[in-house]
């Protein structure tokens, strides 16, 4: 989700590592299920924000669900606001819950509430999911193998990172203070088409050094 900066400012969003990774979707307030116990066609799930003109005009312009469905290509796409009502039944027939403790509080309480709700009726329904695991059991080794695409884009970012410090060692003794230097690396980062910087700069010197 997004943070608040002060007063109705938000801080820039920069989508979890693992959603971006399987999914390619970059907007905040989404959640997405992979469901292998159910049949082709139902096993990948979006929930996102739906579209609204207006408030885009302030927050930025939002795929909705019919883009989730054809750019993004899930199977089947519903609002956010649906997801406490839909898991239940999404989860029926699964033998153990995937899911991040500790990242998000506001879906990670649906979907505890979601399986406590399952435990209760297993003796009625006869089967519920067993355990929760986390992500990183399977994603951590996914993500060690790069796809040729992937290790193009490394590629060029490591590129961009190296002219930008090129750029700064040739002109670091025009510069006076270290916002300088940050304002012209991070500059340099987004005249190339980078997003930004992978992390905070580091830019010191004199005591700071």
Same mark, same amino acid.
């Given at each position: 989700?997004?943070?608040?900066?002060?007063?109705?400012? &938000? +801080?820039?969003?920069?989508?979890?590592?693992?959603?971006?990774?399987?999914?390619?979707?970059?907007?905040?307030?989404?959640?997405?299920?992979?469901?292998?116990?159910?049949?082709?066609?139902?096993?990948?799930?979006?929930?996102?924000?739906?579209?609204? *003109?207006?408030?885009?005009?302030?927050?930025?312009?939002?795929?909705? *669900?019919?883009?989730?469905?054809?750019?993004? %290509?899930?199977?089947?796409?519903?609002?956010?606001?649906?997801?406490?009502?839909?898991?239940?039944?999404?989860? &029926?027939?699964?033998?153990? =819950?995937?899911?991040?403790?500790? %990242?998000?509080?506001?879906? !990670?309480?649906?979907?505890?509430?979601?399986?406590?709700?399952? /435990? &209760?009726?297993?003796?009625?329904?006869?089967?519920?999911?067993?355990?929760?695991?986390?992500?990183? =059991? +399977?994603?951590?080794?996914?993500?060690?193998?790069?796809?040729?695409?992937?290790?193009?884009?490394?590629?060029?970012?490591?590129? =961009?990172?190296? !002219?930008?410090? $090129?750029?700064?060692? %040739?002109?670091? %003794?025009?510069?006076?203070? $270290?916002?300088?230097?940050?304002?012209? /690396? !991070?500059?340099?980062?987004? !005249?190339?088409?980078?997003?930004?910087?992978?992390?905070?700069? =580091?830019?010191?010197?004199?005591?700071?050094?």
């Amino acid at each position: 989700g997004l943070v608040t900066h002060h007063a109705d400012c &938000e +801080y820039p969003f920069r989508q979890e590592s693992n959603f971006w990774y399987l999914t390619g979707f970059d907007e905040p307030e989404s959640v997405a299920l992979f469901l292998s116990h159910k049949p082709k066609g139902e096993r990948y799930i979006l929930f996102v924000s739906p579209k609204d *003109i207006r408030s885009e005009v302030w927050t930025g312009f939002r795929w909705g *669900i019919e883009g989730a469905l054809e750019v993004f %290509k899930a199977d089947k796409a519903y609002p956010l606001g649906e997801l406490k009502k839909q898991l239940y039944r999404l989860l &029926e027939g699964a033998d153990e =819950i995937v899911f991040p403790i500790g %990242k998000n509080p506001k879906v !990670e309480l649906i979907v505890l509430d979601t399986w406590a709700k399952q /435990i &209760e009726d297993q003796s009625r329904t006869g089967k519920s999911p067993t355990s929760i695991e986390s992500p990183g =059991i +399977y994603l951590n080794r996914m993500r060690l193998v790069k796809s040729k695409y992937e290790i193009e884009r490394m590629r060029k970012a490591v590129q =961009i990172s190296a !002219e930008a410090h $090129e750029l700064v060692r %040739k002109n670091i %003794k025009e510069k006076s203070n $270290e916002r300088q230097i940050q304002g012209l /690396i !991070e500059g340099f980062f987004l !005249e190339r088409g980078a997003r930004g910087p992978a992390y905070n700069s =580091i830019v010191a010197s004199g005591d700071n050094a």
